[in-house]
C-alpha cells in the first residue's frame, strides 16, 4: 500500500501535479498503522494463524477502507491528467484487493491462494504498464522542459509548431533578461542562473494557467497566450509591469509582444515581430524614453 500510494504521487508530480501534502501525510500514517496494526497482532500470539479479534478486523478495515477512498480518489479526480490507461491500470491495482477480499469472505470454497496469484499477477501487469508509460513521459520531460526553470525549451517550440492548443487570435510575448552577461561576468555564473531562477519564478506566479511558457535561449523566454487580442495583451504586460516595479524588479527584463490573428501569418514571422517589438522597447528604456 506504502509504495504503491507514493508511485501514485510521484506519477502526479511527473505530470506537474503537486498532490496535497495533508492527504498525502495522511496516507503515510494509514499504511504505517496497518503495518504496525498487522505486526501487533502476530507478535501478540504464539500462533501466526489464529484469526483476529472482531475489534482488531473492525480498525484495520477502516484505515484500509480510508486509505483505499483516498486513493481511489486522487486517481478519479486526476483521471484527464493521468491519461486512460495509467488511469484504468491505477484504478485496477487500487480497487482490486478490496473487490477480491469482498468475494473470499462469501465464497468460502473459493481458494484464497487462487486470489493473491490473480493480484499479484495484476499488480505486475499495472506495474509494467505505468513504468513503460512513466518511462516515455520522463523521456518526453527530460527533452522538452528547461531543467534550470521548469519551463518548456526551445526544442518544445521546434516539434509543436501551430499546436492546436494556440486558438486565434494568439498573442506571442518575448522577456529578454537585462544584465544577465554583466551579473555573469562581476559574480560568476552561480549568480547569474540565480538571476534566470528568480526571474523564472516570478514570470511562473504571472502567466494565465493555459499559457506555454517557453525559455528559447539563455536569457529569452516567450509566452504563448491563446485568445489573447491587442487589448487582452497590453493588459497583461501592464500587469507585469506594475507587479515587477511592486516587487524592485522592473528593469530585469524586455518586452515585447505580436499578436497573430490569421492562419496567413506564420508562428515565425509574430515571433519576429515580437521580437522586434521587444528590442525596441530596449533601444528606448536605454535611451531614457
Given amino acids: 500500500m506504502y509504495f504503491f500510494s507514493q508511485y501514485v504521487f510521484t506519477y502526479l508530480e511527473s505530470k506537474k501535479i503537486e498532490p496535497n501534502a495533508t492527504f498525502r501525510k495522511i496516507v503515510v500514517v494509514l499504511c504505517f498503522a496497518i503495518f504496525f496494526l498487522e505486526l501487533g497482532v502476530d507478535l501478540a500470539s504464539d500462533d501466526l494463524t489464529q484469526e483476529w479479534s472482531a475489534t482488531e478486523i473492525v480498525i484495520s478495515w477502516l484505515a484500509t477502507g480510508i486509505w483505499g477512498v483516498i486513493m481511489t480518489g486522487y486517481i478519479f479526480y486526476y483521471r484527464k491528467q493521468l491519461g486512460r490507461r495509467a488511469f484504468i491500470l491505477f484504478a485496477v491495482y487500487c480497487i482490486w484487493p478490496f473487490i477480491a477480499g469482498a468475494i ?13 496469484l490473480t493480484i499479484l499477477i495484476t499488480c505486475i501487469f499495472a506495474g509494467l504498464q505505468v513504468s513503460e508509460n512513466t518511462s516515455h513521459k520522463l523521456f518526453e520531460k527530460l527533452s522538452y522542459h ?3 526553470t521548469g ?3 526551445k526544442n518544445y517550440l521546434i516539434k509543436n509548431p501551430d499546436d492546436f492548443k494556440r486558438t486565434l487570435p494568439c498573442s506571442y510575448v518575448i522577456f529578454d533578461l537585462n544584465h544577465l552577461k554583466r551579473i555573469n561576468d562581476s559574480y560568476g555564473h552561480k549568480k547569474g542562473d540565480e538571476y534566470i531562477r528568480n526571474f523564472a519564478n516570478f514570470l511562473k506566479s504571472m502567466v494565465p494557467e493555459e499559457a506555454e511558457t517557453i525559455r528559447t535561449g539563455g536569457d529569452e ?3 504563448i497566450l491563446p485568445k489573447y487580442d491587442q487589448e487582452k495583451s497590453q ?3 501592464d500587469t507585469y509591469a506594475t507587479k515587477s516595479q511592486i516587487q524592485g524588479i ?7 509582444f505580436a499578436v497573430r490573428t490569421t492562419g496567413v501569418q506564420t508562428e515565425d514571422e509574430v515571433i519576429a515581430a515580437a521580437d522586434e517589438h521587444m528590442y525596441q522597447q530596449k533601444k528606448a528604456s536605454r535611451e531614457g524614453r
Fill in 104 to 116: 473470499g469472505a462469501f465464497a468460502e470454497e473459493l481458494s484464497i491462494d487462487i486470489l493473491s
Fill in 146 to 148: 528547461d531543467a534550470m
Fill in 151 to 153: 519551463f518548456y525549451n
Fill in 221 to 223: 523566454f516567450l509566452v
Fill in 235 to 237: 493588459a497583461f504586460l
Fill in 250 to 256: 522592473s528593469d530585469s527584463a524586455a518586452y515585447g
